[in-house]
């Protein structure tokens, strides 16, 4: 689901609250972050992550010494929300997507978890196809405008 162990890794200030100093790159399961570090790593602000838990988003496992720290499967599933808002997702969808994923849900949520991810799938393909047109276009116009540029020179 997400990038999150190339963002640990390329983070120099990411310290795993419970580190062994064992040097292993891949944190186990069973260490956390603090929520500055995840804040940090993912470029979002506490209060975001904050947020996200009382949506039901992320559960948080427990606090180290009265700081909130996330796992490892926190991490990843803020990098999905991430990508998520980045997309123009809303929290609306991106709830329903997750529910969807809980072990304990009915078939309904399960079914319409679904139908709710294949509708945001085809939504962003379109908005895919106009992008491209667009980047397409403005290549374009941007190899014209370097071509008259070089012809402006060369008259110089």
């Known amino acids: 689901m997400s990038n999150c162990e190339n963002d640990v890794r390329s983070s120099t200030e990411v310290v795993w609250l419970d580190d062994t100093g064992s040097g292993r790159v891949d944190p186990p399961a069973e260490r956390v972050l603090s929520i500055g570090n995840v804040a940090k790593m ?56 997750i529910q969807a994923t809980e072990d304990d849900i009915s078939p309904l949520q399960f079914k319409i978890g679904q139908e709710t991810c294949m509708a945001l799938v085809n939504r962003l393909e379109g908005r895919r196809r106009v992008i491209d047109d667009a980047l397409s276009e403005l290549s374009h116009v941007h190899a014209l405008l370097t071509s008259k540029l070089l012809g402006e020179n060369r008259r110089e």
Do not use: N, P, Q
């Open 42 to 97: 993912f470029g979002v602000s506490r209060l975001s992550l904050r947020y996200y838990e009382m949506r039901g988003l992320i559960r948080r496992r427990h606090s180290l010494d009265g700081v909130r720290v996330y796992g490892w499967a926190d991490c990843e599933r803020i990098a999905f929300i991430i990508k998520c808002r980045k997309a123009g997702l809303t929290l609306a969808d991106i709830i329903m997507i």
